[in-house]
């Protein structure tokens, strides 16, 4: 029996080629390092290596930190969102106070005239 997709990548990912396990798109979001540092064939590492624990915390601390920051910047697009939604709303107000206001002005118009 063969294999047909012997290179297993960082995330998991099982390709054909060692090349294109080394260009996993998966491993930028799914692996720990955010990019194909070991690839397996079998049990054998044949590209790359594990990481070490220190490698393995600092990513995962890094992780952490771009992910509260993405936390952050999700929060502050929503927070930018609803100022902006009532803004919309109140320039909508604003105008149709206008528009009342042109309309008094035009029946007044045609009432002086
Ligand atoms: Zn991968």
Known sequence: MTIKYPFE??????FKTLNSAIHCKKCRNYSISRSCHVV???DEIVY???LT???????????EKEARLMDAYFESLEKE???QEKAELEFKRVQEL????DHQWAIQDRLSV
Not at 9 to 14: F, I, L, M, N, V
Not at 53 to 63: F, G, L, Y
């Open 98 to 101: 206008e528009l009342k206001e």
């Open 48 to 50: 790359g290596a594990e």
């Open 40 to 42: 397996y064939c079998g």
């Open 9 to 14: 990548c960082a995330c998991g990912e099982r």
């Open 81 to 83: 969102q609803v100022e």
């Open 53 to 63: 624990e220190e490698e393995e915390e600092r990513h995962d601390a890094q992780n």
